[in-house]
C-alpha cells in the first residue's frame, strides 16, 4: 500500500496504519504516541515556560486530503519560547473533533499549531475549540477566504490564545503517519468558545480526522 494512501476509515484507518510501512511502524510499538486523554487528577506541577510571539500575519492556505495548512509569511517571525528555547511557528491546522481528550471528554475541534526548533525537534500546540452558545467564530477570516478559493488569509494567533490558560505538557508523538516520537505537546487548558457556524464551515473541510486515543505508558502530564 502506498505511504499517502493512509486515511481515517476502513483497511487504510489508524489501526493499520502501523503496517502500510516500515517507516510508519512506531505507530504500532511506539510507547510515546498521541493523542491522549489527560486525566486531570494525574496532572502534576512543575516549572516550565512558555511564552508566545506571534503577531498578525498573512497566511499562506493549503488545502491537503483531510486538512487544510496555515503556512506564515516569511516576512514576520512567528514563535514561542518554551524553557528558553526557541521554537518557529511551521503551520497551523485542525482536526475534528478534538484529537486529546480531557477527563475522557471530546471537544468539537483541536487546533495544532506545529513549531520547529534550530535542531529541527517539533512542538505542537493545542488548542480546542467546543461549540458553546455563546461561542465566537474562530479565525472567521478563513472560513469565506477557503469557500472562494482564496490562497491566503490575515489572522493573528493570539486570537485562538488565552495567555493566562494553564498549559498541559507531555512527550508524545505526531498524530498522522509517520506519528513520529519526540514531539513535545502543550495543550492549552482554556477551551475556545466556538459558534455553530465556524464549526459547520470547518466540518466541510475536515472529517473525522481525529486519530484515536493512545496509551499513556510511563509517561507524566505536566501543568504550567
Ligand atoms: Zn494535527
Redesign the pocket.
Known amino acids: 500500500m502506498k505511504k499517502n494512501n493512509w486515511s481515517y476509515m476502513g483497511s487504510s484507518g489508524p489501526m493499520f496504519w502501523g503496517g502500510m510501512c516500515s517507516d510508519f511502524m512506531i505507530s504500532d510499538i511506539g510507547e510515546e504516541q498521541s493523542p491522549i486523554d489527560i486525566e486531570e487528577s494525574e496532572v502534576c506541577d512543575c516549572n516550565d515556560k512558555v511564552n508566545f510571539h506571534y503577531t498578525e500575519d498573512q497566511f499562506t492556505i493549503v488545502i491537503e486530503n483531510h486538512?487544510f495548512r496555515l503556512y506564515p509569511s516569511k516576512a514576520k517571525s512567528q514563535y514561542l519560547v518554551f524553557n528558553e528555547v526557541s521554537y518557529k511557528l511551521d503551520h497551523i491546522?485542525?482536526?475534528i473533533p478534538s484529537?486529546h481528550t480531557l477527563n475522557h471528554r471530546y471537544f468539537s475541534m483541536?487546533w495544532?499549531f506545529?513549531h520547529k526548533n534550530a535542531r529541527g525537534n517539533i512542538l505542537?500546540l493545542?488548542v480546542w475549540g467546543n461549540v458553546e452558545d455563546e461561542g465566537k467564530e474562530c479565525f472567521s477570516d478563513i472560513s469565506g477566504k477557503l469557500s472562494r478559493k482564496e490562497t491566503s488569509v490575515l489572522l493573528n494567533p493570539n486570537d485562538m490564545i488565552s495567555k493566562h490558560s494553564n498549559i498541559f505538557t507531555y512527550r508524545g508523538s505526531?498524530?498522522?503517519p509517520p506519528t513520529s516520537e519526540g514531539v513535545t505537546w502543550l495543550i492549552l487548558r482554556d477551551i475556545q468558545p466556538m459558534n455553530l457556524k465556524s464549526h459547520l464551515f470547518y466540518s466541510c473541510f475536515l472529517k473525522n480526522n481525529c486519530r484515536p486515543i493512545q496509551k499513556l505508558n510511563h509517561r507524566k502530564v505536566k501543568k504550567i
Do not use: M, R, S
Request: charged letters at 15%; aromatic letters at 0%; hydrophobic letters at 40%.
Open positions: 486538512t491546522h485542525a482536526h484529537e483541536e495544532h506545529v505542537v493545542a505526531l498524530t498522522t
